[in-house]
């Protein structure tokens, strides 16, 4: 989700460099952590990055997958990989199935009754290896309230958005929703998955309560590369960009800030890092090589 941007914003994007459109690794400094980012990817070095980072046959979850843009970037990016797809919403999953599958070649109905989860729907897409999932994402298996956006759907979440600035300024209308989620070890060992290539998480300020789902999986290095976004939702679900650095960083994971044809190292946690502003992040764990 692209948090909703309330005042009117000069984007100052980097422009592509003559050296062969590679992105620049540096050490953090004031200067490059200020640069503007949008929330289109094509735009603000998200998709160029994953191009760089992303192997054949590589599996990918997209968690809060939305209308699919990301989801259908990736399967038109790397047709052979296995694409794990997560949203919540029953009308936007509908929407999310009528995009990618009008006539399913397979369909899979599965209910796993132990963690009271609801009928899940899988299926291969005629695009790809794609796997469509009504379900939330969060730190372990059970119910949760989510406050959907009817105006804009990309601005639902689990934490009530509607009661902070400025979000109540604008009278949204939201509604609670209650929804079934999963936590990514439990998933991941219902599904026999071992491995994933690369985690984007866009959960609307719940990306720590992702996280702290997947203690087993960040433990035994078994996601190479960790996308987050970061902004205004922040403070509207009481978490900080410090809590996240710290907790990936435990499990030797190496953050970067995410800008066009830039890639900004942060080695040590600085308070001035902390400025709510959108952005996305990269967590690389240890020993996994970073060619951009």
């Not at 949204?172 to 070890?185: A, G, W």
């Not at 026999?192 to 789902?213: P, R, S, W």
């Amino acid at each position: 989700m692209k948090h909703i941007k309330i005042t009117l914003l000069v984007t100052m994007l980097v422009p592509a460099p003559t050296w062969a459109n590679k992105f620049q690794v540096s050490p953090v400094t004031p200067e490059l952590y200020a640069i503007e980012t949008t929330s289109h990817g094509c735009e603000n070095g998200e998709h160029d990055l994953v191009e760089r980072l992303l192997k054949p046959n590589s599996i990918v979850f997209d968690i809060g997958a939305n209308a699919g843009d990301y989801t259908d970037f990736i399967l038109g990016l790397r047709k052979n990989s296995q694409v794990y797809a997560f949203e919540p919403l029953p009308d936007i999953f509908q929407k999310l199935q009528k995009r990618f599958m009008p006539t399913p070649r397979h369909c899979e109905e599965q209910s796993d009754a132990a963690i009271h989860l609801p009928t899940q729907l899988a299926m291969t897409a005629a695009t790809g290896n794609l796997h469509l999932f009504q379900l939330g994402i969060f730190s372990a298996p059970t119910t949760k309230t989510i406050w959907h956006c009817v105006d804009i759907p990309e601005l639902s979440s689990i934490y009530d958005r509607q009661l902070n600035d400025p979000i109540k300024s604008y009278s949204f209308n939201y509604q609670p929703i209650e929804i079934s989620t999963d936590s990514l070890d439990h998933f991941c060992t219902t599904h026999q998955i071992n491995h994933i290539d690369y985690l984007k998480i866009d959960t609307e300020g719940a990306e720590l309560d992702v996280l702290q789902g997947a203690t087993q999986l960040l433990t035994n290095s078994q996601i190479d590369y960790i996308q987050f976004e970061y902004g205004g939702t922040y403070p509207d679900a009481g978490i900080t960009l410090k809590a996240v650095y710290e907790y990936l960083t435990q499990y030797n994971y190496q953050i970067y800030r995410i800008s066009r044809w830039q890639l900004t190292k942060i080695d040590t946690w600085q308070d001035w890092m902390e400025n709510y502003k959108y952005g996305n992040f990269l967590a690389v764990r240890s020993g996994k090589e970073l060619k951009v």
